[in-house]
């Protein structure tokens, strides 16, 4: 097996924590090895994403897709802008949108959306983010129904990787930062999930998980 992962930066860790350390480690290893590599590319754009798609193919059959790109644009809906919304669901729904189209006549045997706990629940500020992760809730069962591979993993915050780590480090509230670590779940579980959706979306009979985090 090898592995692309692209992203807007052409990076795909924070520095600094322990666990963003390990896996920069265990990513040289495969690049090393060359079973895997890191571009750079913004799949809310058709075009870069097409590219992406081509360079993929060139090198290895593409067959299978982890959809984990997210982007945040906090505001009470009341006064939210159209850019807020745009910016949230350009790197969440529409690259969605533009994966799916893409890989319509591709046999994957995958293609897992990283969705939010949000999407369900909602969050203040994060009506946007909310909508444009429903959006890859019902994504999902509609490619289910046309015989295509999909499913989404409903995610709380997870530190020490993404966004979730990203949020926790940007905020400047010490007990609005430590609750948003009560209210996630660890690598180790976050992986178990995957997994099983991984395993899930192969066999074409799961849809949708929700990641309940310990309390």
Same mark, same amino acid.
């Given at each position: 097996r090898h592995v692309l992962l692209a992203s807007r930066s052409g990076r795909v860790a924070h520095s600094g924590a322990e666990q963003h350390e390990q896996g920069t480690k265990q990513l040289h290893v495969l690049l090393e090895a060359g079973t895997a590599a890191v571009v750079a590319c913004d799949a809310s754009g058709a075009d870069e994403l097409r590219a992406l798609h081509q360079l993929a /193919?060139?090198?290895?059959?593409?067959? /299978?897709? #982890?959809? @984990?790109? /997210?982007?945040?644009?906090? @505001? #009470?809906?009341?006064?939210?802008?159209?850019?807020?919304?745009?910016?949230?669901f350009g790197s969440k729904a529409r690259c969605a949108s533009l994966l799916h189209a893409g890989t319509a006549t591709l046999a994957l045997e995958a293609l897992v959306l990283f969705s939010s706990f949000s999407s369900a629940l909602g969050n203040v500020g994060q009506g946007n983010y909310a909508a444009a992760n429903a959006c890859l809730d019902s994504l999902a069962p509609a490619r289910q129904s046309h015989g295509l591979r999909a499913c989404t993993l409903q995610l709380p915050s997870v530190p020490g990787a993404g966004m979730g780590q990203a949020t926790i480090d940007a905020s400047s509230d010490m007990q609005h930062a430590a609750q948003l670590q009560e209210h996630s779940i660890d690598l180790d579980l976050f992986g178990a999930a995957l997994w099983r959706m991984l395993a899930g979306a192969r066999s074409g009979q799961v849809a949708t998980e929700a990641v309940v985090p310990h309390t």
């Open positions: /193919g060139h090198v290895h059959r593409l067959c /299978g897709i #982890l959809h @984990a790109a /997210g982007q945040l644009n906090d @505001a #009470l809906v009341r006064s939210m802008s159209a850019a807020q919304m745009e910016s949230v």
